[in-house]
C-alpha cells in the first residue's frame, strides 16, 4: 500500500510569513495526526482528526497555527505568522480506527521548516 | 498523564556488538508500547510493538523488547548491531482508546568500525 505522503519536503521562509504543509494519508485511514519535532526532541502532537473532526488540537498554538482535513482524506497545516522557534520537521501520521492488530501509525517523510 | 523516558540522550557501539536502548514509562493502565527509529532526515518507522500477553516481542531488523511492568520499562534490544542501524530511536507509550502517542526524546545510535 502507499504511505502517507507530504509535501514539500523542505521550506525555508523568513519569519513573519506564512507556510502551509500538505499531507495525504494512507486510503482508508480514518485518523490523521500533525506532529511537530524540534531538533533533538521527540515528536509533540499538535492535533488529532477522526475523519474530517478534531479529536484533539490542545497542543496547537492556536493563535498562529490553524489545521484542517477536508473531506477526511487530505489535510493541511498552516503556520501564519511564523517565528523563528517554529523551525522543526513536522510529521504527519495516520492509522486505522479501532484497529487493535495494526494498532500503531504510519509516519510521512515529514517537511523540515527552516525560519530565518 | 502518561509520559516516556529515555535517560540514554546518544549512545556508541561497535559493529557486531550487542545493543540495550532503555525506556521507561508513567501510564494508568495497561500500556501500548511502541518503538521507532528514524534515520536521517526520515519519518519514523515501526520497530515493533506491545499490547498484551508474551512480554518479549520481537520486530523487525533483528530487534526485541522486554515489557517488565515492575520496573515500568520497555527496553529495546539488538544481539548484534550493523553499521545501519545508526539512527535515533524513539519510544512511545499509546492509549488504545484515544490512539494519541506520547513520544520520549530519543537517543542517537553510533556505530563506530
Known amino acids: 500500500e502507499a504511505g502517507v505522503a507530504q509535501s514539500p519536503r523542505y521550506k525555508i521562509i523568513e519569519k513573519r510569513q506564512s507556510v502551509a504543509f500538505w499531507c495525504n494519508p494512507i486510503?482508508?485511514?480514518?485518523?490523521l495526526y500533525w506532529y511537530q519535532q524540534i531538533l533533538g526532541q521527540g515528536p509533540k502532537l499538535l492535533i488529532q482528526f477522526q475523519n474530517n473532526g478534531v479529536v484533539d488540537d490542545s497542543q496547537l498554538p492556536k493563535d498562529r497555527f490553524s489545521a484542517e482535513r477536508l473531506k477526511g482524506v487530505d489535510s493541511t497545516l498552516k503556520i501564519q505568522p511564523a517565528k523563528l522557534e517554529d523551525s522543526a520537521v513536522y510529521l504527519c501520521a495516520s492509522s486505522a480506527l479501532g484497529d487493535r492488530t495494526n494498532y500503531g501509525y504510519t509516519f510521512g517523510s515529514g517537511t523540515r521548516l527552516t525560519v530565518v | 498523564a502518561q509520559s516516556v523516558t529515555q535517560p540514554d540522550i546518544h549512545i556508541t557501539v561497535s559493529e557486531g556488538a550487542s545493543l540495550e536502548l532503555r525506556c521507561n514509562y508513567s501510564y494508568g493502565a495497561t500500556p501500548y508500547l511502541f518503538w521507532y527509529v528514524q534515520s536521517p532526515g526520515q519519518g519514523l518507522q515501526l520497530l515493533l510493538k506491545y499490547f498484551s500477553g508474551d512480554t518479549l516481542v520481537q520486530g523487525i531488523k533483528g530487534f526485541e523488547a522486554e515489557f517488565k511492568r515492575s520496573q515500568s520499562s520497555f527496553n529495546l534490544r539488538k544481539p548484534s548491531v550493523h553499521w545501519s542501524d545508526a539512527a535515533e530511536y524513539f519510544c512511545a507509550v499509546g492509549d488504545f482508546g484515544n490512539e494519541k502517542l506520547t513520544f520520549g526524546t530519543g537517543t542517537r545510535l553510533t556505530i563506530i568500525p
Open positions: 486510503s482508508g485511514h480514518a485518523t
